[in-house]
């Protein structure tokens, strides 16, 4: 394995504000949309405590319960996460798996006192889902190089 790849692949999904994240639909054809990513705008709580991620790559992402993704994902988890630096031609995909998480301490945890004003009724009020992503695979591009990491 290639450690100074491993470790800048690392470094971008860490640094980049947010991620692609593309889950399959109902007829198995992927959906694609940005979210935030968590690694960066709550990268304390996902650094310590009980949202901490077990391993490289892991994270959360927290969406609206009332969104199409989240039925999607709850009936098929299989999900691919892409993080991109454009200007410095470099990119990182990593598959894996979702399940929801209903820890109410990883849950409070992740939750931003800010962001009532996107979920309705705030951390308990019915519309946040937090998901647990499992990573896999990862493929980073650097340059117009491609390592591959199994995890």
Not at 88 to 104: I, P
Not at 106 to 122: A, C, K, N
Not at 123 to 144: I, K, N, Q, S
């Amino acid at each position: 394995m290639n450690e100074g790849a491993y470790k800048d692949a690392l470094a971008l999904t860490l640094r980049e504000g947010l991620v692609s994240v593309s889950s399959l639909d109902e007829t198995g054809y992927p959906e694609t949309r940005a979210m935030f990513n968590l690694l960066k705008v709550r990268a304390e709580a996902l650094s310590t405590g009980p949202a901490r991620a077990d391993r490289d790559f892991a994270t959360y992402l927290a969406t609206n319960t009332g969104s199409r993704k989240v039925p999607l994902m709850r009936k098929d988890g299989r999900v691919c996460l892409y993080y991109c630096d454009g200007p410095a031609f470099e990119g990182c995909s990593v598959r894996g798996q979702v399940s929801e998480v209903f820890d109410k301490a990883i849950r409070s945890s992740i939750w931003v006192p800010d962001w009532e004003m996107y979920y309705r009724g705030g951390l308990d009020g019915g519309d946040f889902t937090v998901l647990r992503f499992v990573p896999e695979r990862v493929r980073y591009y650097h340059g117009l190089a491609v390592e591959e990491f199994v995890l």
